[in-house]
């Protein structure tokens, strides 16, 4: 029989999410075990250069600033597709994750008081930053904020704090198995038990048995083709909780891009390079984007910018090139000192990638798949919908603090809060379980998944003919091509056809090596039917969206629509099924009732029940669809989780 | 006309008792900005679907695709092969455990590391959620980061002599992380503490000083500065001119 091990808490990914997860269940008394495919360290969180979001008010450009703006900047960022209630926990909460990061070691750009020069707006402006904020965290400007909230390390953020994080968890010893990949979920319908578990380092299956599985695996980009995101960044996570048939994944359809990734090689520059003065210009070195934006100009947020920048190419503005058209990205008025220094991974990706030196030349970029907003939908616990004792956190949930579209700066932000907030409910809970100890069931779903193995290795089906390469890059072609930036109807139709044959196509997998062990073609070919599911869920729920809203942009409908839209898409993938199912739920208490953004320039539709009736039905088609009952009840004040967490880690 | 490559490519499988160690050849047409990222993923798509090797960020962050180009640990992705000539040599580092092929297994031995040199701010302060945070100046935050910007890719472990022979030398990497610690504010240990750790063979006066780590930092952290200012305060507690405590905020690069 195969290994079995066993733990109170079992999370699944190494990033900022599942660390911080980590340490808050930890700090209750649970032992924790974190699977991760790669080295801590090498999680994608590392990546992350701008940096994140937090109302501090540290600096000039942040001075008035507050949880409340930042939750209203939060809202309006997800173009009220959000959880008001969550996003509050959010802006609540993320001043103090900041400062417990300063306070475990990350180091912090810090303010220096007297004067000093930004560009804004593309104007050189000297401001006096303020002498008595001296030597506390700095920010910078990002898109769609009303103030500077941006806390940073150069533009090495998530690097510094993962780092940061990853040291903790060396510090409270907690075990870290890593090259293991989580393939499957145990559970018997209603609880969740834990994992099935493939070795990368030998192929070898084990399973782990917890009384608290955590997912925190990150995005999926790379179900596109053109992705921003790690090669790792597959959506595994994603998929096993769908596999379930009990768990939804939340608004799969509310995909980000980027502004800035370059071309070629897709690799991102980071929004901080637009928050410290860079400009987007055209063919003509025409600087557009006030045109389109004369507010927000190159700062308005991330889906509206990705939007103009695609229309402007669509003008027959676009540089071309052989790897496509793009637009330019100015950093040189920057200067050397800066760019060498705050912008300086940004400036050695340039000289690196393209042998492009920003200081003297412009960067090309266009916009590239960059952040899953969709994903394991949970109560704002972190408690997934329909299956006790499964969690998720990060950009693998759908905790819905971005709805649909998130600001920069808000990702990396999240997941320390999540992780703490989120990791303290969850490590509460699995304290007070027992752990169940049911090594048939494990057993069993260890066999299924060798099965599958022995079938890939030619053990069995005879009938196979299907590359695993080929499948690949088919669904990720048709996911770049039809599910993009704009969406109409039948290009989304043909895209959910298209998927709909590869998902049939992947059930007959020819691999074309027989090696055993550690076999990078059977990862592969494990993981690309979940891929594809992935990405049904992405394209069905982008055809039935009839509306714009955020980063769903819909050319047949172009309007946001309150009436009908103010809902989050639902898929489950019932067992055997073709394609997902899909329903809907309120996205929340209306606290904010949807309004202007001030950016994007869409026009909506009205809503046409009051907010009080819209209200009144949330907690009750939420509990239709699986939504746990919370320890804190929905609509309570928030604020007591910070008293809480005082009380409790102090 | 594009330049035909070759790549040879070591190929080993510890985990298979048929498989053995050597070389193998892989040719390859050379494209344009063509990086060892890309390519070692067309030889694995078109020829060799079982090849072993890491990539993770694909932009040189991640510190996951160390490897012996030519005989010189480096970042696999951020090596364009216009570079380098027509055969290119691939091999796994040494001094790590080998998975199979070019992968190797960074991920214990740097948790192993990290737990040696306790890789952690040690304070004694508890964090209080209602305060706010302790100031630093904002140059000391600089200094730090510029030491805290290693990705723990292992190229100078590969690239050290001394590594390469002593299992036990801690290696230029930790020496850095030690170098980082002592420059916080925020950590409290002592100039005896650091003592302890680094004044053994296996620390700093282990090392010989010829920087082949210097070389191949692909982070171009200043190892150099880092090594000439640790051997300073440690011979200075050596004999005794150390004051207790003295310059933990020092700056290490002037
Ligand atoms: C280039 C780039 C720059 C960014 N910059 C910013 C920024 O400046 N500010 C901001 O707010 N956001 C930014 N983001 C977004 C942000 O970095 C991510 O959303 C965030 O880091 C995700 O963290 P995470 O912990 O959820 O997941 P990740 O850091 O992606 O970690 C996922 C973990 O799960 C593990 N894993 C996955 N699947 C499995 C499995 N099946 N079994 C076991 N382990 C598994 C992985 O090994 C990994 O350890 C950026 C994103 C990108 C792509
Ligand atoms: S100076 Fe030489 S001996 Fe010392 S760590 Fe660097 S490579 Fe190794
Ligand atoms: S010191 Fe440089 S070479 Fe060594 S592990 Fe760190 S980044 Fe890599
Ligand atoms: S793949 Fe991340 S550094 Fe090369």
């Not at chain 1, 941006?150 to 510090?171: E, S």
């Not at chain 1, 099924?577 to 996205?587: F, N, R, T």
Request: charged letters at 25%; one cysteine or more.
């Amino acid at each position: 029989m195969s290994e079995i091990i066993t733990t109170d808490v079992l999370v699944i990914g190494a990033g900022l999410a599942g660390e911080r997860a980590a340490i808050s269940a930890a700090a209750e008394g649970n032992e924790v075990l974190i699977l991760s495919l790669v080295p801590p360290r090498r999680s994608h969180s590392c990546a992350a250069q701008g940096g994140m979001q937090a109302a501090l008010g540290n600096c000039a450009k942040g001075e008035g600033d507050s949880e409340e703006l930042h939750w209203l900047d939060t809202v309006k960022g997800s173009d009220w597709g959000c959880d008001q209630e969550v996003a509050r926990i959010f802006a609540d909460n993320a001043p103090i994750a900041m400062r417990e990061m300063a306070h475990f070691g990350v180091p912090w750009t810090r303010v220096k008081g007297g004067p000093a020069d930004y560009f804004i707006k593309g104007k050189k402006v000297t401001l006096e930053e303020p002498r008595e904020k001296e030597g506390l965290i700095m920010h910078r400007d990002f898109g769609g904020v009303s103030r500077w909230r941006t806390c940073y390390t150069a533009d090495g953020t998530g690097h510094t704090v993962l780092y940061t994080m990853d040291n903790m968890v060396v510090q409270l010893g907690i075990k870290v198995h890593d090259r293991m990949e989580a393939i499957s979920l145990i559970h018997d319908g209603t609880r969740c038990l834990g994992a099935v578990v493939r070795c990368l380092r030998t192929g070898v299956l084990k399973s782990y048995l917890a009384k608290a599985t955590v997912i925190a695996s990150g995005g999926f980009g790379r179900v596109y083709k053109y992705s921003t995101n790690a090669i790792i960044n597959q959506g595994t996570g994603q998929s096993i909780a769908l596999d379930t048939g009990i768990v939804p994944l939340g608004n799969m359809e509310a995909v980000q891009f980027h502004p800035t990734g370059i071309v070629p090689t897709d690799i991102l520059v980071t929004e901080g390079c637009r928050g410290d003065g860079g400009l987007l210009l055209d063919v003509d070195e025409y600087r557009f984007m006030p045109d389109y934006e004369p507010d927000k100009q190159e700062l308005a947020s991330r889906d509206v910018v990705s939007r103009r920048m695609t229309e402007h190419i669509a003008k027959g503005k676009g540089v071309p090139s052989p790897d496509g058209e793009h637009l330019w990205l100015d950093l040189r008025h920057l200067g050397e000192q800066h760019l060498r220094t705050k912008l300086r991974e940004v400036y050695d990706i340039c000289m690196y990638f393209l042998g492009v030196n920003p200081i003297k030349e412009l960067v090309p970029v266009r916009p590239t798949q960059h952040y899953s907003m969709g994903g394991i939908r949970v109560n704002k616990d972190g408690h997934a919908y329909g299956l006790e004792g499964l969690w998720s956190v990060g950009e693998s949930a759908c905790w819905d603090m971005h709805g649909m579209n998130r600001l920069g700066g808000n990702s990396l932000a999240e997941t320390v809060v999540a992780g703490k907030f989120c990791g303290q409910r969850m490590g509460q809970w699995a304290s007070q379980q027992p752990l169940a100890l049911d090594t048939k069931m494990a057993a069993d779903a260890v066999v299924v998944q060798q099965n599958r193995i022995n079938a890939l290795l030619g053990d069995g089906l005879g009938k196979a003919n299907e590359n695993v390469d080929a499948l690949h890059d088919a669904m990720r072609e048709t996911l770049q091509a039809k599910v993009g930036i704009f969406r109409k109807g039948g290009e989304l139709e043909e895209a959910v056809d298209t998927l709909r044959d590869l998902y049939q196509r992947a059930q007959n997998l020819k691999l074309r090596s027989s090696t055993k062990g550690a076999n990078p073609e059977v990862a592969l070919a494990l993981r690309l039917p979940g891929m594809i599911k992935l990405g049904l869920c992405v394209a069905k729920g982008a055809l039935l969206r009839t509306e714009s809203r955020g980063g769903h942009s819909r050319e047949d409908y172009p309007e946001r629509n309150d009436k009908e839209w103010l809902k989050r898409t639902l898929a489950r993938w019932p067992e055997g099924a073709a394609e997902p199912d899909i329903s809907y739920e309120p996205v929340g208490l209306l606290e904010s009732p949807p309004g202007q953004r001030g950016y994007g320039g869409a026009t909506n539709i009205s809503m046409e029940q009051s907010v009080a009736k819209y209200n009144d039905n949330v907690k009750q088609e939420w509990i239709k669809q699986g939504w746990h009952e919370t320890a804190t009840p929905l609509g309570a004040e928030l604020k007591e989780m910070v008293e809480y967490a005082s009380t409790k880690e102090s | 006309m594009a330049r035909q490559l070759t790549f040879r490519i070591f190929r080993y499988d510890p985990a298979d008792p048929d498989s053995k160690p050597g070389f193998v050849d892989y040719p390859l047409e050379e494209t344009p900005r063509l990086n060892l990222f890309v390519a070692l993923h067309r030889i694995r798509e078109q020829q060799a679907p079982d090849l072993q090797f890491d990539f993770v960020c694909r932009a040189g962050v991640c510190g996951s695709c160390g490897m012996m180009i030519n005989g010189r640990p480096t970042l696999g992705c951020r090596t364009l092969t216009a570079e380098l000539p027509t055969t290119i040599t691939l091999a796994p580092m040494p001094s790590f455990k080998l998975i199979g092929d070019l992968s190797v297994d960074t991920g214990t031995w740097f948790r192993g590391m990290n737990e040696r040199v306790e890789s952690w701010i040690h304070t004694q302060k508890e964090f209080d959620p209602t305060a706010e945070e302790e100031r630093m100046d904002n140059e000391t935050a600089e200094k730090i980061y510029e030491l805290d910007r290693c990705i723990e890719c292992g190229c100078c472990v590969a690239g050290c002599g001394t590594a390469n022979i002593r299992e036990d030398f801690l290696g230029a990497t930790a020496l850095n992380r030690i170098g980082r610690f002592m420059l916080d504010p925020r950590d409290e240990r002592d100039s005896e503490d650091w003592f302890e750790l680094v004044s053994t063979d296996e620390g700093v006066f282990g090392c010989m000083g010829l920087m082949g780590c210097d070389d191949v930092c692909p982070k171009e952290l200043p190892l150099l500065e880092v090594f000439a200012y640790m051997r300073r305060r440690m011979t200075q507690v050596a004999t005794g001119q150390a004051k207790p405590d003295a310059g933990t905020s020092q700056p290490v690069i002037s």
